[in-house]
């Protein structure tokens, strides 16, 4: 198996989200330098059978947790709900620590799967759903859903999801899922069993951009390898590395990020924010989404803990697209649309606003650096794979035991004129062959090369100003009984010929 390089291996001492050849141990490749793991996982097979045991699978060490894993989970508290909501239940927000949310997850009720209903029109190449008694088109690109679907199964992933969406108008392009670990399952794109991981440094960033601190503001840490701890939140001699808000996102530096909220935000302010990005919120859509939920602990050190992305914070693939499309659409909220005749034609005049547009400048740039310097510049970089001014934010989180891999990666592209925006999230075992960030460059990719096919760009109301005034003078007919005046002034009647 190859090692990672040194520099991997600092990037995952800096306590960023660390590359897949340490996030996770094995990479199944065709390479022929990998027959050696073949041999040596058969023979230990073979041994076991021949002992009258079964080998358990491998899990990692107590002492030794997964890199990307936080050793001990924030505590869980019930989600706040503010008083808009008083209606709704309470909420409680799951710990990863007792049981992970996707260990009981069942599929949604066949009624509600609106994809698999669905039937392609050939003459107009949409998908078609009866609504209201009528035939009425999806926004779905068949031919986009079909190209992910086509991959998520290609590699066998064990759990997972893509999601694509217009972030003008909010049609939602693609909801492709597959599970191998069991194929009738249905309804990811939807679910709200993810752990969002480095994912919710995007609403951190938020809230701290709306604090004042400026993306240049620097942080200096150390450690962060494995956990976070009240002592790697103090300064100290030992913090060698310094890095910008800016760059703490690209690089998803753990510690730099929780320093940053212990010291510019309170729990009621970071939860605001989760709010504004629709935590803890019910989100509608034709399809029932769950609540994604989080848990931001008012305690010095859950506080931070959760503003690194360590806490009890759970996010659906969907809500992850929508979260992109924020900065896409300059700090404004779209809610997803599954139904072309629900799809705006117009800019909204006045749509919910979830953080001010300069901040919206501000986190796009700092997005940027994911891809350009961060954690996915590497997949971005591929040649004949790149996607031109795409900005992003992955994730990396992993359950202890049973072992599972999360992996995220949230953006849009193109920067300065979006035109997508995606999600994409996969649960991985030890062995594994494709992670979110590939999955997200490729739906970017596939989604930008068909835009023919799908875009419909929004066309600014034109102003209707009142006509000129055109108004016609009449005149009163002329009265017959008076002689007629004479022509040229003079008394005498015109000569010749009437």
Request: hydrophobic letters at 40%; one cysteine or more; a neutral charge.
């Amino acid at each position: 198996m190859k090692q990672p390089s040194v520099q991997a291996r600092r990037r995952a001492f800096d306590g960023r989200d660390p590359p897949s050849t340490i996030c996770s141990p094995v990479r199944l490749t065709n390479d022929l330098g990998q027959v050696w793991w073949w041999v040596l996982l058969l023979g230990v097979v073979a041994a076991s059978a021949l002992g009258g045991e079964s080998t358990p699978a491998p899990t990692p060490a107590p002492d030794a947790p997964p890199v990307c894993a936080p050793a001990a989970p924030a505590p869980a508290e019930d989600a706040s709900v503010s008083e808009e909501d008083d209606a709704d239940p309470p909420l409680k927000v799951p710990k990863r620590s007792d049981e992970a949310p996707i260990a009981s997850f069942k599929s949604i009720p066949k009624e509600y799967d609106l994809l698999q209903k669905a039937k392609l029109d050939k003459a107009t190449g949409k998908l078609m759903l009866e609504r209201d008694g009528k035939p009425a088109p999806l926004t779905i690109d068949p031919v986009l859903q079909d190209q992910l679907t086509r991959i998520l199964r290609d590699y066998q992933t064990p759990y997972a999801a893509a999601v694509a969406i217009e972030p003008s108008t909010g049609r939602v392009l693609a909801l492709a899922e597959h599970a191998e670990a069991d194929p009738s399952l249905r309804g990811l794109p939807e679910a709200p069993i993810f752990p969002a991981a480095s994912v919710f440094k995007v609403v951190t960033a938020s809230a701290l951009l709306g604090e004042g601190i400026s993306p240049d503001e620097t942080e200096c840490f150390h450690g962060g390898k494995r956990r976070l701890s009240a002592k790697l939140l103090e300064d100290s001699s030992r913090d060698s590395r310094c890095v910008t808000l800016s760059e703490a996102l690209g690089m998803s530096a753990n510690v730099a990020f929780a320093k940053f909220t212990s010291r510019a935000l309170t729990a009621d302010k970071l939860r605001a924010m989760a709010r504004a990005y629709r935590f803890n919120r019910q989100i509608d859509f034709p399809i029932p989404m769950g609540i994604s939920l989080a848990a931001i602990p008012d305690d010095p050190m859950g506080l931070p803990t959760a503003g690194a992305g360590f806490g009890d914070v759970y996010l659906s693939p969907l809500h992850g697209a929508l979260m992109a499309a924020v900065p896409a659409n300059k700090g404004a909220w779209r809610d997803a649309v599954l139904f072309e005749q629900d799809a705006p034609t117009s800019p909204p005049q006045d749509p919910p606003r979830v953080i001010p547009e300069p901040d919206a400048r501000s986190l796009a740039s700092m997005m940027e650096q994911t891809v350009t310097i961060g954690t996915a510049h590497r997949i971005f970089r591929q040649r004949a794979f790149r996607v031109p001014g795409a900005v992003g934010k992955t994730g990396c989180l992993a359950d202890r035991n049973p072992f599972r891999d999360y992996t995220w990666f949230i953006g849009y592209a193109p920067k300065d004129d979006p035109k997508v925006a995606v999600a994409a999230v996969i649960v991985n075992d030890y062995l594994w062959r494709i992670r979110a960030t590939w999955l997200g460059r490729e739906a970017m990719r596939l989604a930008l090369e068909g835009q023919s096919r799908w875009a419909k760009p929004l066309v600014a109301a034109v102003p209707t100003e009142p006509p000129p005034d055109f108004t016609i003078q009449v005149f009163p007919p002329p009265d017959l009984t008076q002689d007629a005046p004479a022509i040229g002034g003079g008394g005498s009647p015109p000569t010749g010929s009437p």
